[in-house]
């Protein structure tokens, strides 16, 4: 292995939460005036902490979402998470070839502590990750596309960013990695390639990512 870290985005890389959670908001937005499709949703957020929903709105619209936006939106995504949330099909044997191989690896997600934990128990990710191999959003100033939270999740885990690379899926998680100097391949399950500019390499299915990473 050419990488002493391998740093893992959450949604839509390690559980399937995309469509659900870009379903829940869309909606949530157009029930609030701000009318919003899947599609849309993907484009704008996907990727993105919370705090961006707040930006684009209010800088397309001039209006304030309300003060308890962040609270009904998380409450309606955990709420769908724990009927509908699936693992993404074979990251659990991406991360059981990680262990085997003696590779450190850990999750840094532009989603909150909570919705991290929630995804993973329902879908029994939880055993692959120690808590201190958790990072989220909520532990740094900035959300991708900055990277502090990829600079901030090798510092802690004692790797220099050059000997980590990236799983992401989505283009503000891959901004962020450049930036952060790591490598990063871009899963192409919900985008295509080409908006996915400057990763390491793409791939389509998890059966791939283990032999491109050794």
């Known amino acids: 292995m050419r990488y002493e870290l391998v740093i893992f985005d959450n949604d839509g890389v390690l559980v399937d939460s995309e469509p659900i959670s870009n ?76 262990v085997a191989d003696g590779v450190a690896y850990c999750v840094a997600s532009s989603g909150s502590h909570e919705r991290i934990r929630v995804g993973h128990r329902k879908t029994g990710l939880d055993q692959w990750f120690e808590e201190d191999w958790i990072f989220s959003v909520d532990d740094v100033g900035r959300g991708k596309p900055a990277p502090d939270l990829f600079l901030h999740a090798a510092e802690r885990m004692g790797v220099a960013p050059e000997r980590c690379v990236v799983i992401e899926h989505s283009p503000l998680g891959v901004q962020a990695a450049r930036a952060a100097g790591m490598d990063v391949y871009g899963f192409t399950s919900m985008v295509p390639a080409d908006r996915l500019a400057g990763v390491t390499g793409f791939f389509s299915d998890m059966s791939q990512l283990r032999e491109m990473l050794t």
């Open 23 to 98: 379903t829940v908001l869309a909606e949530y937005l157009t029930e609030l005036g701000h009318p919003t499709s899947y599609q849309e949703s993907l484009r704008d957020y996907m990727g993105a902490a919370v705090h961006r929903v707040h930006d684009l709105v209010e800088e397309r619209t001039g209006e304030k979402l309300p003060d308890d936006f962040d609270e009904e939106f998380h409450s309606r995504v955990f709420a769908a998470f724990r009927q509908e949330l699936e693992p993404v099909p074979g990251v659990e044997d991406v991360l059981a070839g990680l």
